[in-house]
């Protein structure tokens, strides 16, 4: 079995105990699909912010694998002391049978992940009419090598994929037990409010941002794992003594990172001038820009064009677009000549206050021309990023359980996490061309 070195987990071993496992393992990393992924950035546009942060969903995908793996080793080693307790036994012992039997069918999803990921990470994911987990899925069950490797190791391992990544009810072959779940309960590892996925990304984008606002205690959290039952339902949680704190961090970690990191000004900036350059792009006549794209699969993208196949969408990666901004840098229109220069040389729009915005417009239209004005400023809308800044009693929950098993939802026990939607203010301005 390979081993990676990586800067968040030092070793990442994906060793399952099973060879032909293994083998799969690496045959699914070093497939075209899955290395596509080296050329995808995590973060986005977010490296203007954060000059290091260059980082791609590749080694992330790796991490959360790793930690997939760390952590269903983790959960099968609680039955006995969980068992011990009691309560809801027979509920119990069915839920561990349930981990062992897709524990690799979870690492496996867990590598997976990510793998539907479009250029720049979520910084390009409004251009397409579906999300990355849909694209994911399609490429676990188009015509890929990584579905060819999937279904050539177990034919109903593809839909299996698929169904714990989205915590589907799914069937499996004929008369197998397994196939009368409702859900998968190892997906919640994957998605949800305790999942590897963003424990993996909070620490990973914080060393790699320079910053220390995503840290927390992994090696702890992992000590402090355990599992009970809230209402008939089998939950993952922490341990309420010495899990406390930890999950107050943790999810606190999550906050900070999206205020400080993800939720940057100056690369909502950026990602605003790129969504300008691709709707100047769709407003010029359609003869006129053919010129522009180095090839179809590209144009079919940035159109996001009814016949863009699954093979155009994984011909383009990163190195694409900004080859294209390049290319654009150049041309004879100059709204896209001066975004692609900005976005190429951090020439970013300038924050104003949103006072100046009936001025700043008029500015524009006398310079520019009616109409110019939607190319040269833009207002942000913070709406959609609000809840992330808080912890929701309506979304996943995070349990604590005693030492009987009891479940409390973290803030019927926290003292200082928000019990409201309230977050930080966003300040009412705008962006404009640095011109003006």
């Excluded at 986005?44 to 930690?67: D, I, K, M, N, Q």
């Excluded at 040389?345 to 700043?360: G, H, M, P, S």
């Excluded at 009891?406 to 926290?414: A, D, F, H, N």
Aim: net charge negative; hydrophobic share 45%; charged share 25%.
């Amino acid at each position: 079995m390979k081993i990676f070195r990586d800067p968040i987990h030092n070793v990442i071993d994906l060793d399952t105990g099973d060879k032909a496992v293994n083998a799969l393992i690496i045959r699914l990393i070093d497939s075209p699909e899955f290395q596509r992924l080296h050329f995808i950035r995590q973060l986005g546009f977010t490296f203007f912010a954060y000059p290091s942060a260059t980082h791609t969903r590749f080694e992330h995908s790796l991490g959360v694998a790793f930690l997939a793996k760390r952590f269903l080793d983790k959960l099968i080693s609680l039955e006995e002391t969980v068992l011990k307790r009691g309560n809801e036994s027979a509920a119990l012992v069915d839920f561990f049978a349930t981990v062992r039997h897709y524990k690799n069918a979870t690492i496996i999803a867990s590598l997976l992940h990510d793998i539907g990921h479009s250029p720049l990470s979520h910084t390009t994911e409004s251009l397409f009419t579906i999300c990355h987990e849909e694209r994911g899925r399609e490429i676990i069950l188009g015509n890929t090598e990584i579905n060819r490797l999937l279904a050539d190791f177990d034919t109903a391992l593809p839909q299996t994929i698929c169904a714990i990544l989205a915590g589907d009810k799914h069937s499996l072959e004929a008369g197998d037990d397994f196939a009368k779940r409702k859900t998968i309960p190892t997906s919640k590892l994957i998605a949800g409010q305790l999942d590897v996925d963003r424990m993996d990304y909070l620490l990973r984008d914080s060393y790699m941002t320079g910053s220390k606002y995503g840290v927390f205690d992994l090696e702890w959290l992992l000590n402090v794992l355990t599992v009970g039952v809230v209402n008939d339902r089998i939950e993952i949680g922490f341990d309420l003594g010495k899990g406390l704190s930890l999950a107050e961090d943790f999810v606190m970690a999550r906050i900070y990172m999206f205020r400080n990191v993800y939720f940057h000004k100056i690369s909502f900036v950026a990602q605003a001038m790129l969504n300008l350059l691709i709707a100047r792009i769709k407003d010029l006549p359609e003869e006129s820009t053919h010129p522009l794209f180095a090839n179809e699969s590209f144009r079919r993208v940035i159109f996001s064009d009814s016949a863009l196949t699954l093979q155009d969408f994984l011909a383009v990666n990163d190195i694409d677009f900004f080859a294209f901004f390049k290319r654009l840098q150049t041309c004879d229109d100059a709204v896209l000549a001066r975004l692609a220069d900005g976005i190429l040389n951090r020439r970013l729009f300038k924050e104003v206050d949103a006072a100046q915005y009936d001025t700043i417009r008029e500015s524009i239209i006398r310079r520019k021309g009616l109409g110019m004005d939607k190319y040269f400023m833009y207002t942000p809308a913070f709406e959609s990023q609000r809840k992330k800044l808080s912890y929701r009693v309506d979304d996943e929950k995070i349990y604590l359980f005693d030492k009987t098993g009891t479940g409390y939802e973290l803030l019927e026990k926290s003292a200082i996490l928000p019990f409201n939607d309230k977050t930080a203010d966003f300040r009412a301005s705008i962006y404009v061309d640095s011109l003006f």
